[in-house]
């Protein structure tokens, strides 16, 4: 992953997704979305002056596969 940008609590990030990354079904894996949204969160949350990082407490992420 390549933060683009960060700054006032926002974060641009890009990743191309390579074969280790995805599930069996050739999409991105659930366990590398969750951990690309707490990463990419915590990189803006620092993005602001006088901000640590933090821990996550709890962390929810849902997807709905879409297909042809």
Same mark, same amino acid.
């Given at each position: 992953?390549h !933060?683009i940008e %960060?700054? +006032?609590?926002?974060c !641009?990030c890009?990743?191309? &997704?390579g074969e280790?990354h995805q599930n069996r +079904? +050739?999409? $991105?894996h659930?366990?590398? @979305? %969750?951990? /690309?949204? *707490? @990463? &990419?969160?915590?990189a %803006? $949350?620092m =993005?602001?002056d006088?901000t +640590?990082?933090?821990?996550?407490? *709890? $962390?929810? &992420?849902s =997807?709905? /596969?879409?297909?042809?």
């Amino acid at each position: 992953m390549h !933060i683009i940008e %960060a700054g +006032g609590g926002r974060c !641009i990030c890009e990743l191309k &997704v390579g074969e280790e990354h995805q599930n069996r +079904g +050739g999409m $991105l894996h659930g366990g590398m @979305t %969750a951990t /690309l949204v *707490d @990463t &990419v969160s915590t990189a %803006a $949350l620092m =993005s602001n002056d006088n901000t +640590g990082p933090g821990v996550s407490v *709890d $962390l929810s &992420v849902s =997807s709905v /596969l879409f297909c042809c």
